[in-house]
């Protein structure tokens, strides 16, 4: 299993700002992901970050608006740049391999967008 | 046709009840399923995965029909604790497409 930590827990953001979410993780893993999770809607796979090369992002979106750090076996970062507030969501990061194993979530950053 | 469909519910049960949600999926070429469980403001957790054609554990049973291409999950003897929004997971080679979920909501 992993245990995984996220900050902020929650924020309150202006429009045009931009946010960093943490993501710690208690133990070395190779694939990192980050999700997003809109009101009342499912998990939204934004990109996976593996350390040591680029993040892979899904369709829909860009490495422009949802910068990624992965500078080590435990830790990631996830920017909302220029928010607005169609960016309203939870944000959850995950390790483990979801294609065949379980996946491990973090407690979610919850973004307010005004 | 969606990849991964689910009926969003609420299921209201009464406890003690049995109650099944069924999970379609588009893609015939996806080997594995699983079963989330997420409380309300709190990230999924696994509840059951479904390799062949079914899994059980304790009051909960996942059931494969690749004939159909659904996944369903029942859930025997309901608790108010079961009350939950339960996501089936579909991965198929890189991809790992979430359903929406089915809110369940079990009442005294």
């Known amino acids: 299993s992993a245990v995984i930590s996220q900050k902020p827990s929650r924020d309150i953001c202006q429009r045009g700002t931009s946010l960093t979410i943490q993501c710690q993780v208690d133990?070395?893993?190779?694939?990192m992901f980050w999700y997003r999770q809109q009101p009342g809607q499912s998990l939204t796979l934004i990109a996976t970050?593996?350390?040591?090369?680029?993040?892979?992002?899904e369709s829909g979106f860009v490495i422009d608006k949802f910068p990624i750090s992965r500078p080590n076996l435990t830790f990631s970062t996830l920017t909302v740049s220029n928010m607005s507030p169609e960016d309203s969501s939870i944000y959850l990061c995950?390790?483990?391999?979801?294609?065949?194993?379980?996946?491990?979530f973090g407690p979610g950053t919850r973004l307010t967008v005004l | 046709r969606k990849e991964v469909e689910q009926d969003p519910g609420p299921f209201n049960v009464p406890e003690g009840a049995t109650v099944a949600f069924n999970c379609t999926y588009s893609?015939?070429?996806?080997?594995?399923f699983f079963w989330y469980r997420q409380d309300c403001r709190k990230e999924p957790k696994l509840l059951m995965s479904?390799?062949?054609s079914g899994n059980e554990d304790g009051r909960f049973t996942a059931q494969l029909n690749r004939a159909s291409q659904y996944i369903s999950l029942l859930i025997r003897d309901s608790k108010l604790s079961d009350s939950a929004t339960y996501l089936c997971?579909?991965?198929?080679?890189?991809?790992?497409?979430f359903g929406t979920g089915t809110k369940l909501q079990v009442i005294p």
């Open positions: 995950s390790v483990g391999d979801p294609r065949v194993d379980e996946q491990f």
């Open positions: 133990s070395q893993v190779t694939m």
């Open positions: 970050a593996n350390q040591g090369s680029e993040a892979t992002y």
């Open positions: 893609n015939s070429a996806s080997q594995s």
């Open positions: 479904v390799y062949s």
């Open positions: 997971v579909v991965p198929l080679y890189q991809k790992v497409t």
